[in-house]
């Protein structure tokens, strides 16, 4: 198996595709989360910090299909943003959309994959995909620890 890094240090728990979860802090004096991790509270400027893991399930706030390619991504790829369960509105590429395509509020779900290739190391990152049988109506189920065994 080839060599894997992250793209980032400290964002992911793991490589793993079906497992990761993506880290966060809270704050203990404003209660709000920052993603990524930071040592100083981005809402109250607080140091007063905890680590946790983000759930893997969110829905899109919104997306583009990208179609010119740049640097290692080749086009058309899509990124968007995904809204997650703990109030947090992250930044991802999105995977798994060219047969059904997207849809605002779609259900999405967190995995790993390969973004490029750097020193004989293929460099990973988070990417969100379509949950298949997604309903709008539904409220996003939360992700149980018990969900990745
Ligand atoms: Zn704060």
Redesign the pocket.
């Known amino acids: 198996m080839e060599k894997q890094k992250p793209f980032l240090p400290n964002i992911l728990t793991s490589l793993d595709p079906t497992s990761a979860r993506l880290l966060a802090s809270r704050?203990r004096?404003?209660?709000?989360i920052g993603f990524p991790a930071r040592p100083v509270?981005?809402?109250?400027?607080?140091r007063?910090?905890e680590e946790i893991q983000l759930g893997r399930r969110g829905r899109i706030h919104t997306f583009t299909i990208c179609r010119m390619p740049v640097a290692d991504l080749k086009a058309p790829y899509a990124i968007g943003y995904v809204d997650l369960p703990e109030g947090v509105r992250v930044f991802t590429r999105i995977s798994g959309w060219e047969e059904k395509g997207l849809e605002i509020g779609m259900e999405m779900e967190m995995e790993t994959g390969r973004l490029y290739e750097a020193e004989g190391e293929a460099v990973v990152a988070y990417q969100f995909h379509p949950v298949e049988g997604w309903r709008g109506d539904q409220p996003v189920a939360p992700t149980k620890d018990d969900d990745h065994a």
Do not use: E, P, S
Request: glycine residues 16%.
């Open positions: 704050c004096d404003c209660g709000r509270c981005i809402f109250c400027h607080g007063n910090l």
